[in-house]
């Protein structure tokens, strides 16, 4: 299986609807591999909070559109990152959307755990309650974002709905970039699955960002990783891997808890 984690620079000179149309081209650029993954909200900047109510959008709105369209053009699935999505009763959720090579809607996530300590995106945007996996031919993906990676309990309940890759888009900063790789790596370990962890680069709202996209195999080895910069990380993976990981060393049969 072939995977490319696009990892996008936001630039508060570059519009929205520029970089919608640019990051929808380095879409259509990955036709051959068979999953494509962006960083969490892309389009405005995961620190921009003053710009969430601005650029919030209905579930098929514009970015929603212009992604289905990449997806499609492209032949890949494609976890377009996350947008912040103002529900039909006016409540900011950060959405994640994943659409199949069709370019049809597989599965949509509201973010759980929101960032912020009492401010930002904790008190600005609502919290999602659903867990999701998308089954892809090759494995069944879990589906997360960000601030979740810290949450152990929420890849527990993915592995227990069959997850054997874990997406994660984000926005990380660059101050926390040694949480990143650590949590990505133990995400991978403690539920002996793939990580693919796809994070932006550039500076939102003055806050330097991570890049520093990774993928993870199932026993914690690191299969690629990109620097700082705007960067599309391609690796290829096999998501047999899991079954014969977990057979092999059945931690996860000893559960308890």
Known sequence: MRASLIQIAVD?????????????????????????????????GAFAFEEFGNEAEPLEG??????????????VWLHAG?????????????TSLFFSPSGGL?????????F??????????GRGEDLVTVRLPETIVGVATCYDLRFPELFRGLVDAGAETLVIPAGWPERRRAHWTLLAR?????NQAFVLACGTAGTHARVPQAGHSIVVDPWG????????????????????KVSVTREQFPALKDRVL
Do not use: C
Not at 106 to 114: N, P, Q, V
């Open 62 to 75: 514009p970015t929603y559109e212009v992604m289905a369209k990449a997806a499609s053009d492209a032949g």
């Open 106 to 114: 597989a599965a949509s996530y509201r973010k759980i755990h929101r």
């Open 186 to 190: 133990a995400r991978a370990v403690e």
């Open 221 to 240: 080895e690191v299969l690629a990783e990109a620097g700082a910069g705007e960067e599309i990380l391609t690796v290829e993976f096999d998501p047999g």
């Open 82 to 94: 996350s947008v912040p999505e103002r529900a039909p009763d006016g409540t900011l959720y950060n």
């Open 12 to 44: 508060e000179d570059e519009s929205v609807e520029s970089r919608r149309r640019r990051v929808a081209s380095l879409v259509r650029d990955q036709a051959g591999v068979d999953l494509v993954v962006l960083p969490e909200l892309w389009t405005t």
């Open 116 to 125: 912020g300590f009492d401010k930002g995106e904790a008190v600005l945007m």
